[in-house]
């Protein structure tokens, strides 16, 4: 079991950037993949990025690649959503989301956090 709490949204200009956190409790982070999904208003929750239990593999969405970068910290128990060159189309509110090694669903999601970028 574990909790994800995210933060680091906020209003960005385009062409601007944002870093996102998301915080997990628990002892057994570094057994858990992590991902970021993203919900537009009137759309549906749709893959930003993944990254494995060590961090060594990472997997983008094509809207967002070599715009975005994932990467996590296992001390610290904290995956990372750095978004530059953001577009009024990445306005989104942003979930973290865990999934246990050995399993192919997320079963844990953050509350989200508001991603807003003006044009």
């Known amino acids: 079991q574990v909790q994800l709490v995210e933060s680091g949204g906020g209003l960005v200009q385009a062409g601007g950037s944002l870093r996102l956190s998301c915080v997990a409790s628990?002892?057994?982070?570094?057994?858990?993949?992590m991902g970021w999904f993203r919900q537009a208003p009137g759309k549906e929750r749709e893959f930003v990025a993944r990254?494995?239990?060590?961090?060594?593999?990472?997997t983008y969405a094509d809207s967002v690649k070599g715009r975005f970068t994932i990467s996590r910290d296992n001390a610290k128990n904290t995956v990372y959503l750095q978004m530059n060159s953001l577009k009024p189309e990445d306005t989104a509110v942003y979930f973290c989301a865990a999934a246990r090694a050995g399993t192919p669903e997320y079963g844990y999601w953050g509350q989200g956090t508001q991603v807003t970028v003006s044009s």
């Open positions: 628990g002892r057994t982070f570094s057994s858990y993949a």
């Open positions: 990254i494995s239990l060590s961090g060594g593999r990472t």
